[in-house]
């Protein structure tokens, strides 16, 4: 576990106030739909719905936040988005309606949205060298927390009460505050105000935009471990309902054992298209045994769960350390903050289709839907490489010096 922890200074900071948000965020992300569905009783379609909203009203804000980081400082802007997520996520505890739902779900799905794009020009500050491998030693911290949640969110599934999804709702709340309250130890990034040109650069350079929405389609992937597989286990299966947690655990400690490595290996935009090509081919293959988890024993169920996980897991390896290559290297540096917000627009497409359209295709409709949702995954992989090389011929070649009165962190 060595190379889970950085050396000291700021990339310790970043790291530890990232795993801290992220126990929380593991909490939410393992029974979030469950809580909603199961302890406040609203239909799996409105809660799929009201996720659906929640993303269409953080697609904008992300472009915003980390334009404003990019202009006024990122550790302020992110410390702040991280207390309004807190705020809103406590609020899911009133939230006994449809709209009480939708209302506080969108505040917080907005703020994670401009957190993210807030964090992008610290990670690219700190992160020495190659910020995108940086991105992915945090993603690898990012699953050790979520694991962690991940067994407490056991616990609160197997146990079903009202009282303990609330408990499970302020817990992450308390975590997001606690990660907002790390980053006073961090020293602050001078402004790096976009100078000379549009405004909205990101919106006009249309490569990134094509990337940005093959990234988005891929990113439904994300939804099926947190909102597909434990309506699909409950409703479909006769696997034990606490694989739900052992599901997300799976997937956590192979993304903790293998995504640095992963990420060091994708050192280019085309080894980073490369690798969008190889993940829609494993979500293919995941969806596939997944559909087939249907109306068999207990303990093949079980098997074939895991062994989709596994799957799913490698893929999302691939699309993650690919990811993370394209965005930051076809990204300016003067407008990191600004550019990062816009492939976010990616993962904001993911937050306000991918719960309806996976609850629409894999629930609703059952088996087949898992076979269509796969295809899309192939399809999008494949698209990538050719979007890729457009954005190579069209990268935008400005760049200003990095702020002054504050040295670069080694990588880890």
Same mark, same amino acid.
């Given at each position: 576990?060595?190379?889970?922890?950085?050396?000291a200074g700021p990339?310790?900071?970043?790291?530890?106030?990232?795993?801290? %948000?992220t126990?929380?965020?593991g909490l939410f992300?393992?029974?979030?739909v469950?809580y909603?569905?199961q302890?406040v009783?609203?239909?799996?379609h409105q809660?799929?719905l009201g996720?659906?909203?929640a #993303?269409?009203?953080?697609?904008?804000?992300?472009?915003a936040?980390g334009h404003?980081?990019?202009?006024?400082?990122?550790?302020?802007?992110?410390?702040?988005?991280?207390v309004?997520?807190?705020?809103?996520?406590?609020?899911?505890?009133l939230?006994?309606?449809?709209?009480l739902?939708?209302?506080a779900v969108?505040?917080?799905?907005?703020?994670?949205a401009a #957190?993210?794009?807030?964090?992008?020009?610290?990670?690219r500050?700190y992160?020495?060298?190659r910020?995108?491998?940086?991105?992915?030693?945090?993603?690898?911290v990012?699953?050790?927390?979520?694991?962690?949640?991940?067994?407490?969110?056991?616990?609160?599934v197997q146990?079903?009460?009202l009282?303990?999804y609330?408990?499970l709702v302020?817990g992450?709340?308390?975590?997001?505050?606690?990660?907002?309250?790390?980053l006073v +130890?961090?020293?602050p990034?001078?402004?790096?105000?976009?100078?000379?040109g549009?405004?909205?650069v990101?919106?006009?350079d249309?490569?990134?935009?094509?990337?940005?929405?093959?990234? #988005?389609?891929?990113?439904?992937?994300?939804?099926?471990?947190?909102?597909?597989?434990?309506?699909w286990?409950?409703a479909?299966?006769?696997?034990p309902?606490?694989?739900?947690?052992?599901?997300?655990l799976?997937?956590t400690?192979?993304v903790v054992?293998f995504?640095?490595?992963v990420s060091r290996?994708?050192?280019?935009?085309?080894a980073?298209?490369?690798a %969008?090509?190889?993940?829609?081919a494993? +979500?293919?293959?995941?969806?596939?045994l997944?559909s087939?988890?249907?109306?068999?024993?207990?303990?093949?169920?079980a098997?074939?769960?895991?062994?989709?996980?596994v799957v799913h897991?490698?893929?999302?390896?691939?699309h993650?350390?690919?990811?993370?290559?394209?965005?930051?290297?076809?990204a300016p540096?003067?407008?990191t903050?600004?550019?990062?917000g816009?492939f #976010?627009?990616?993962?904001?497409?993911?937050?306000?289709?991918?719960?309806?359209?996976l609850?629409?295709l894999?629930i609703?409709w059952?088996?087949p839907?898992? %076979?269509?949702?796969?295809a899309l +995954?192939?399809?999008t992989?494949?698209?990538a490489?050719?979007?890729?090389?457009?954005?190579?011929?069209?990268k935008p070649?400005?760049?200003?010096?990095?702020?002054l009165?504050?040295?670069r962190?080694?990588?880890?």
């Open positions: 576990m060595r190379h889970l922890v950085p050396t990339q310790r900071v970043l790291a530890a106030s990232n795993f801290v %948000y126990i929380g965020s992300l393992t029974a979030g469950l909603f569905t302890a009783r609203l239909p799996a809660v799929g996720l659906s909203v #993303g269409l009203v953080s697609l904008a804000l992300g472009i936040v404003l980081a990019d202009r006024i400082g990122a550790r302020g802007v992110h410390a702040a988005t991280l309004v997520q807190a705020v809103a996520t406590a609020g899911f505890v939230a006994d309606s449809f709209w739902f939708v209302l969108s505040v917080a799905t907005g703020a994670k #957190g993210n794009a807030a964090r992008s020009p610290l990670i500050y992160g020495g060298d910020p995108q491998e940086f991105r992915g030693y945090l993603r690898a990012t699953n050790v927390g979520i694991s962690l949640g991940a067994l407490l969110a056991g616990w609160v146990v079903g009460t009282t303990a609330q408990l302020m992450n709340a308390v975590a997001f505050v606690a990660a907002a309250a790390i +130890f961090l020293p990034v001078e402004p790096n105000p976009v100078a000379g549009p405004r909205w990101g919106l006009r249309r490569p990134y935009l094509l990337i940005t929405g093959l990234d #988005g389609i891929m990113a439904v992937q994300f939804k099926v471990l947190t909102v597909a597989v434990p309506l286990l409950v479909a299966t006769t696997a309902h606490w694989l739900i947690s052992g599901t997300m799976t997937n400690l192979i054992a995504q640095v490595r290996g994708v050192d280019s935009v085309r980073g298209a490369g %969008y090509r190889l993940a829609g494993a +979500f293919l293959v995941s969806c596939s997944i087939l988890s249907a109306g068999v024993p207990a303990w093949a169920a098997t074939l769960l895991l062994a989709a996980v897991a490698v893929g999302e390896l691939w993650s350390a690919g990811g993370f290559e394209v965005s930051f290297v076809l540096e003067r407008a903050g600004q550019y990062l816009v #976010g627009l990616g993962a904001g497409l993911a937050e306000a289709v991918g719960p309806a359209f609850i629409a894999c609703t059952g088996r839907g898992w %076979y269509v949702v796969g +995954f192939l399809l992989g494949l698209l490489p050719p979007a890729v090389r457009w954005a190579e011929r069209r070649s400005a760049r200003t010096p990095q702020p009165g504050a040295q962190a080694p990588a880890p």
